[in-house]
């Protein structure tokens, strides 16, 4: 079975820029998250969705952060513009009734 | 999210040797996972654990949600190289879905 599945895989733009990062959940899977890692603050949830519906966004640090998810089999996490600070990996996690949580390999972000 | 503190920081073991880890919450779970992370990919998990007092086991890790619903432990026996790697603790409340992990369990295996 197809696990949940990342793109890119590895990020490298200028500031300023746009970035989009993709996710496609395991099918059949109704919740959806996304997570940032780093060094100095560890596994962070960003935002997550019930039924392509979100549900908490406590977690997007700023306005420039922005996620979207246009149907079951489908999720974007938009960063504009994109500050170096912004680099990390950034994960995504899918789970059926929000239970076990299965991950993503992750995009590697770095913003120069 | 809510602090879990996760110890030890990081290990070295002997190859064959038994491996501790735990996790202490201030607050209560309703749900202890146990995650295993090696080096350019996501998250891995090992253990799921939903009742206080369960003990669950898969293959050579064993890992137990305390009575007291604020911590969990896992262990890995009989440790073997590909042991190697980072392992978390995360935790989900009764309320929502949210996971809140530990700051990760660093394994090196010496052969």
């Known amino acids: 079975d197809a696990g949940v599945i990342q793109s890119p895989r590895h990020e490298v733009t200028e500031m300023g820029q746009e970035v989009t990062l993709r996710c496609k959940p395991i099918?059949?899977?109704?919740?959806l998250f996304w997570y940032r890692q780093t060094m100095m603050r560890g596994l962070e949830l960003l935002i997550y969705?019930?039924?392509?519906?979100?549900?908490?966004d406590s977690g997007m640090p700023e306005d420039r952060f922005s996620a979207k998810m246009p149907n079951a089999s489908f999720s974007t996490l938009k960063i504009q513009p994109s500050e170096p600070r912004d680099s990390a990996v950034y994960f995504c996690?899918?789970?059926?009734?929000?239970?076990?949580?299965?991950f993503g390999d992750g995009t590697r972000l770095s913003i120069l | 999210g809510q602090q879990l503190n996760q110890s030890p920081q990081s290990m070295f073991i002997q190859e064959g040797e038994d491996v501790s880890m735990n996790c202490t919450s201030s607050?209560?779970?309703?749900?202890w996972l146990w995650y295993k992370q090696d080096p350019g990919e996501g998250p891995v998990l090992l253990i799921a654990?939903?009742?206080?007092?369960e003990l669950t086991s898969n293959g050579r890790l064993t890992a137990q949600f305390g009575i007291t619903r604020k911590d969990s432990f896992l262990n890995i026996s009989a440790s073997i190289p590909s042991d190697v790697g980072i392992y978390f603790c995360?935790?989900?409340?009764?309320?929502?879905?949210?996971?809140?992990f530990g700051a990760g369990t660093t394994v090196t295996v010496r052969a």
């Open positions: 996690a899918s789970s059926l009734s929000g239970r076990t949580q299965h």
């Open positions: 654990l939903y009742k206080a007092g």
């Open positions: 607050s209560i779970f309703n749900t």
């Open positions: 995360a935790g989900q409340g009764a309320n929502d879905y949210k996971l809140s």
């Open positions: 099918s059949g899977h109704d919740y």
């Open positions: 969705f019930n039924n392509n519906v979100p549900i908490d």
